[in-house]
């Protein structure tokens, strides 16, 4: 393999990383877009990622047409290629995105799945419960509801970002971008009491030596922070013991309901946009249509002239 196709699979592996993490995406998802990926940069021939534009994109799309590839299988190549080069632009890897105005053989766009109010107060409430940790879960759970953070940018939050009992928290997003975000009432109580214990936890262990963590929710691992396949597993049994369909809930689906549930309630899309740390107002829109999906499915559900008779 020669240095940029190792380059080339460094992209994929980060990029399908973060898609297992941060959107949930399935098994057979991740290896559908690696194998994509991997074809793309095959046809590369040597070329390295960071220097591909439009152009090779669009000769690479012919190229599977007159490979006889299904409308479907080539939407999703596209779909890996542009979701790839978004990631890229968003770590600063590139200065650009080159697959930005590259349209293909379209296919239904899938809403993203979120979460009730009643969905998610029962997760709170569980988080409370649990038998371990309840602390430390209701912390997490509150802040992320409350603020919409991605889940990398959760768990590895830094413990002097809490110092203070803050109103605001200031998060450091991807590619290092930093935006403030606001806290409600029970987020900033579940932080207190959270930074409280861990700080008499680690006076503790001061004294036998071990280092204070920089951050607030600290793990013995090498990142020094909770992981995010941790958390992920966290939500799967809180959504058991809440008695919420597991498969509903994720890091991301909880963001989701912040996104929802704001604009259900009034907020408008560039404060949403901001408080997301979206780049893209394109990207803040989809919710949009997810209030539209429930709006519509309230009226067919409840409006007296929808029943049949």
């Known amino acids: ?63 599977c047409d007159t490979q006889g590839l299904a409308k479907a299988t080539r939407a999703r190549r596209l779909s890996a290629i542009k979701q790839l080069f978004r990631f890229a632009f968003e770590e600063l890897w590139r200065s650009d995105n080159p697959a930005i105005q590259i349209s293909g053989p379209g296919r239904d766009k899938l809403l993203p799945k979120t979460l009730s109010h009643d969905e998610v107060d029962a997760l709170l ?42 109103r605001m928290l200031l998060v450091c997003g991807k590619g290092g971008k930093e935006r403030m975000v606001p806290l409600s009432p029970p987020a900033r109580a579940a932080t207190i009491i959270w930074l409280k214990t861990l700080d008499n936890a680690q006076d503790a262990a001061f004294k036998d030596g071990v280092k204070r963590s920089r951050f607030l929710f600290p793990s013995r691992g090498k990142l020094g922070h909770l992981t995010r396949q941790s958390f992920f597993n966290l939500t799967k049994d809180l959504a058991i013991a809440g008695g919420v369909a597991p498969s509903k809930v994720t890091p991301h689906t909880l963001r989701h309901a912040f996104a929802t549930h704001l604009l259900e309630g009034g907020a408008d899309l560039r ?14 829109e989809i919710y949009t249509h997810v209030l539209d999906e429930r709006l519509k499915k309230l009226v067919l559900e409840h409006h007296p002239l929808s029943k049949t008779t």
Request: glycine share 4%; aromatic share 8%; charged share 20%.
């Open 125 to 166: 409430t569980a988080a409370r419960e649990i038998k371990k940790d309840a602390l430390r879960t209701t912390c997490l759970m509150e802040l992320l509801y409350a603020t919409g953070m991605r889940v990398t940018e959760l768990v590895s939050l830094p413990v002097s970002a809490a110092r203070g009992d803050p």
């Open 1 to 63: 393999m020669n240095f940029n196709k190792r380059l080339n699979a460094q992209w994929i592996q980060s990029f399908i990383e973060a898609q297992a993490a941060e959107l949930d995406a399935a098994t057979n998802t991740q290896l559908a877009y690696a194998r994509d990926l991997i074809d793309f940069s095959d046809w590369l021939a040597g070329m390295h990622f960071d220097t591909v534009l439009k152009k090779h994109i669009e000769k690479y799309l012919i190229w």
């Open 271 to 284: 404060s949403i946009q901001t408080l997301l740390g979206h780049a893209d107002i394109a990207t803040t």
